[in-house]
């Protein structure tokens, strides 16, 4: 009979992960037994709450058929939208492959809700960067700031805690949305988990109960037993290459919340007086059925790749964040490597050990939205997923990597190994 530790060896040693870099990967996942059985209960929670949602609104074969043109009575888009609502809590919901990303799919709830003469206020520090433009904060086309809508900034305080003092000056009377950011984007501050964005919503109410609270769930969902929208958010809003469409949807952004916020949202999407009522699903309506069905399995896997990769290089002494032993709030996983040629390993690491595109090279390069060079390794199935493995980060001081993602925690863990392989190669770590 076969020794299965062998045989494993033997695979990772065909892909090119060495017996030192394995070994020490092994003595590793072995301290996160006790975590990964935490991160398996939660996806087992999240699970059956797919499930009853797909139950009570009556999923159906049916639901899967495309529909194209102006996409009238399409019953598989308007039960799938009855699903997030009731999944994450929501009155409505609009989750659309017409909503091409999440810097959309926010800029949309923004636009849609906001209203010249109204402020937009991020009492969380400065927004992802994407969002620089559409805000106004970097000039562009088509920003909040050329419709006359201005914005005000609260940033955290040193230790990462909010500044209530600095936020309740901050409202006034043309506030009108606040912006709450939930993952740390290409930042350094750490997440914050649903409980203190219920904290932070509950006061800014107690100010200004009428503002709406939007948060940006973008790397959040199912990571936690609870979403935004539980603990008091107006709206919630994220894309569908990240979590929920769980790998398989191969486009879209999702806006849940309040009725008349959605309403707002479909509105600008489509156009007033059509809404919700067009937008065909072509034929990708299936996948994001699917793809949420899987999404809390799927979020499992990233999250124990992400804690993975924070235990080995916090042992090989790098600034993880979080670090190895925090608890978790979105799969981002940081790491500063301080050193261009490390952070470049690093993703070519991930790059090498992909299903698709294995053999490229991942270089820096200019993106539109960013204003310092960027280097990002995916061997995606659909481009740019960000829920499949993938390390990006601004090729500038701290070198800070961002990783993400994994479909599967076995391919999540090779992808940390191969990266660990290539900075062992190059003398840039020693494994002891
Ligand atoms: C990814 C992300 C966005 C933007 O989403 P894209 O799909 O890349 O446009 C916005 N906010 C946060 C926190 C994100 O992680």
């Given at each position: ?219 959040g969902e199912f990571v936690e037993d609870t979403e935004p929208i539980q603990v008091g958010a107006d709206m919630m809003v ?195």
């Amino acid at each position: 009979m076969l020794d299965t530790n062998e045989a494993i060896y033997r695979q990772y040693e065909t892909l090119g992960i060495s017996k030192e870099v394995l070994d020490f990967g092994t003595s590793v996942e072995k301290e996160l037994k006790e975590r990964f059985d935490k991160i398996d209960t939660n996806a087992e929670y999240n699970q059956l709450k797919v499930i009853a949602a797909m139950q009570k609104n009556k999923v159906s074969a049916e639901c899967f058929q495309a529909s194209s043109g102006y996409g009238y009575n399409d019953l598989g888009r308007d039960t799938l939208e009855r699903v997030y609502a009731d999944c994450f809590g929501a009155e409505d919901a609009l989750v659309r492959p017409q909503i091409t990303c999440g810097t959309h799919a926010l800029a949309l709830a923004l636009m849609s809700n906001l209203r010249p003469g109204d402020e937009l206020l991020s009492p969380v520090g400065k927004p992802y960067d994407t969002l620089e433009e559409v805000i106004g904060i970097r000039p562009s086309k088509g920003s909040l700031a050329e419709y006359g809508i201005t914005y005000a900034q609260v940033d955290l305080l040193p230790d990462g805690e909010f500044d209530y003092d600095g936020i309740k000056k901050a409202i006034n009377e043309k506030t009108k949305l606040v912006t709450i950011q939930r993952s740390k984007g290409y930042a350094t501050r750490p997440t914050l988990s649903v409980k203190r964005i219920g904290e932070l919503i509950a006061f800014v109410k107690s100010i200004k109960p009428d503002v709406i609270c939007m948060v940006d769930n973008c790397y959040g969902e199912f990571v936690e037993d609870t979403e935004p929208i539980q603990v008091g958010a107006d709206m919630m809003v994220g894309s569908l290459i990240k979590n929920p469409g769980g790998g398989l949807a191969p486009i879209g952004g999702y806006i849940v919340g309040k009725k008349e916020c959605v309403e707002n949202a479909a509105y600008r999407l489509t156009s007033p007086g059509l809404g919700k009522e067009v937008g065909a699903s072509l034929g990708v309506i299936q996948s994001f059925y699917q793809g949420f069905f899987l999404a809390p399995t799927v979020v499992s896997g990233a999250l124990k790749g992400a804690i993975f990769a924070a235990k080995i290089y916090e042992k090989l002494g790098f600034k993880v964040v979080p670090d190895g032993t925090e608890s978790r709030h979105d799969i981002i996983q940081a790491v500063e490597f301080n050193n261009r040629d490390a952070m470049i390993a690093f993703c070519e690491g991930i790059q090498a050990a992909a299903p698709v595109d294995s053999y490229v090279t991942p270089e820096p390069w200019a993106m539109p939205g960013y204003d310092s060079d960027v280097i990002m390794a995916a061997g995606a199935f659909v481009q740019g997923s960000s829920i499949e493995l993938s390390a990006d980060g601004p090729v500038k001081p701290p070198y800070a990597v961002y990783f993400q993602g994994g479909l599967t925690w076995y391919h999540a863990k090779l992808g940390i190994l191969m990266s660990l392989q290539k900075l062992y190669e190059r003398n840039l770590v020693k494994l002891d």
